[in-house]
C-alpha cells in the first residue's frame, strides 16, 4: 500500500490530454514538493516534473504538473503512442522521513 | 555527459549475498548524494536509502536497515549497494539515482541492475 494514491491505469487516444492524479496528505504533498518520473518500457526511470510544476530541459511542454493541498497532478497534453508507459509521483514525507513515491500509473494509447 | 553505469544482472541461491555497483561519470562525484530505488516483479518503485558521497554516510528507508548496506569508493567514482541472506522477495530491479538538492529529486538514473533470487 503506497503513501501517495495514483489511479493504476489512464488512457486517451492520440492527440488527447490525459491526467494522472496523485493524492496524499498534510504530512507529503500538503507541505512538501512534488515530483513525476517516468518509465518507458524497458528503460529507466526519468524525471518529468520537479518541485510540483518546473520541467527539466528537455521534457516537453506538453508534460505539465499541478499542485492544490494534498493532491498533485501531471497533465499530457498531445498524447502520442510513445507516451506509453508508468509514471510515478514522488516526495518527501515528514512522518516517514523520507521520501515516498506513488504505486503508479499505466498509461496506454489507444 | 552524465551517467550512471550500472553492474550487470545477477542470479543468487537464497541467503546468499549480491554487491551492485554504480558507477558515476561525467559530473564531480562527491557534489551529489546517490540514492537507491527498488522495482519489484509487478509493482511500483520503492526508496531504498541514500549515500552521501562526500562523507559516506548512509541513510536507510524503514523496511532496508540490517541486511542492506550501502558504500563507496570515491577513488572509482563508484557507490555500491550489497545484500546479504538474499530472500526470493529481494528479486527486483535495483536502480541508483543522483540526488540533485533534495530528495526525492532524482536527475539522473542508471538503467538498473536485476537481481533474482531462486
Known amino acids: 500500500q503506497s503513501v501517495l494514491t495514483q489511479p493504476p491505469s489512464a488512457s486517451g487516444t492520440p492527440g488527447q490530454t490525459v491526467t494522472i492524479s496523485c493524492s496524499g496528505s498534510?504530512?507529503?504533498?500538503?507541505?512538501?514538493?512534488v515530483y513525476w518520473y517516468r518509465r518507458l518500457p524497458g528503460t529507466a526511470p526519468d524525471l518529468l516534473i520537479y518541485?510540483?510544476?518546473q520541467r527539466p530541459s528537455g521534457v516537453p511542454d506538453r508534460f505539465s504538473g499541478s499542485k492544490s493541498g494534498t493532491s498533485a497532478s501531471l497533465a499530457i497534453s498531445g498524447l502520442r503512442s510513445e507516451d506509453e508507459g508508468d509514471y510515478y509521483c514522488?516526495?518527501?514525507?515528514?512522518?516517514?522521513?523520507?521520501?515516498?513515491f506513488g504505486g503508479g500509473t499505466s498509461l496506454t494509447a489507444l | 555527459q552524465v551517467q550512471l553505469v550500472q553492474s550487470g544482472s545477477e542470479l543468487k541461491n537464497p541467503g546468499a549475498s549480491v554487491k551492485v555497483s554504480c558507477k558515476a561519470s561525467?559530473?564531480?562525484?562527491?557534489?551529489?548524494?546517490l540514492g537507491w530505488v527498488r522495482q519489484a516483479p509487478g509493482q511500483g518503485l520503492e526508496w531504498m536509502g541514500w549515500?552521501?558521497?562526500?562523507?559516506?554516510?548512509?541513510t536507510y528507508a524503514r523496511g532496508f536497515r540490517g541486511r542492506f548496506v550501502l558504500s563507496l569508493d570515491t577513488s572509482v567514482s563508484t557507490t555500491y549497494l550489497q545484500i546479504a541472506n538474499l530472500q526470493t522477495e529481494d528479486t527486483a530491479l535495483y536502480y541508483c539515482?543522483?540526488?540533485?538538492?533534495?530528495?526525492?529529486?532524482?536527475?539522473?538514473w542508471g538503467k538498473g541492475t536485476s537481481v533474482t533470487v531462486s
Open positions: 539515482a543522483r540526488i540533485d538538492t533534495v530528495l526525492p529529486y532524482l536527475d539522473v
Open positions: 561525467g559530473y564531480t562525484f562527491t557534489s551529489y548524494p
Open positions: 549515500i552521501n558521497t562526500d562523507t559516506g554516510t548512509p
Open positions: 498534510t504530512s507529503n504533498i500538503g507541505t512538501n514538493y
Open positions: 518541485d510540483n510544476d
Open positions: 514522488a516526495t518527501w514525507d515528514d512522518t516517514l522521513r523520507g521520501p515516498v
